[in-house]
């Protein structure tokens, strides 16, 4: 199994920026892909951004040129970096990851929320 701890969330004005971190733990060599999804009140679960083991990495349209995923492999870490934050990014973030055949693990969530 893997187990995925997130950190990082909190209240920020629109405009800032933050960091999200997710430290994986367990099977770590079976990890497929690792990523960000969100979830803002009375809306469904999106994805946000994700990164495969490959390299190849992919953003929701809407945070495109704001946000950027990156890992470190040594630390067993995965980042969100948020910039330029608006209201409308308000949620809770969840910290994804594939792994094995067809498994996946969630993190707990970490809430960010964007004043305007």
């Known amino acids: 199994q893997v187990q995925l701890v997130e950190s990082g969330g909190g209240l920020v004005q629109a405009g800032g920026s933050l960091r999200l971190s997710c430290a994986a733990s367990?099977?770590?060599?079976?990890?497929?892909?690792m990523g960000w999804y969100r979830q803002a009140p009375g809306k469904q679960r999106e994805l946000v951004a994700a990164?495969?083991?490959?390299?190849?990495?992919g953003y929701a349209d809407s945070v495109k040129g704001r946000f950027t995923i990156s890992r470190d492999n040594a630390k067993n870490t995965v980042y969100l970096q948020m910039n330029s934050l608006k209201p409308e990014d308000t949620a809770v973030y969840y910290c994804?990851?594939?792994?094995?055949?067809?498994?996946?693990?969630w993190g707990q969530g970490t809430q960010v929320t964007v004043s305007s």
């Open positions: 367990g099977r770590m060599f079976s990890i497929n892909a």
């Open positions: 994804w990851g594939s792994y094995g055949l067809g498994y996946e693990a």
């Open positions: 990164n495969t083991s490959g390299g190849s990495t």
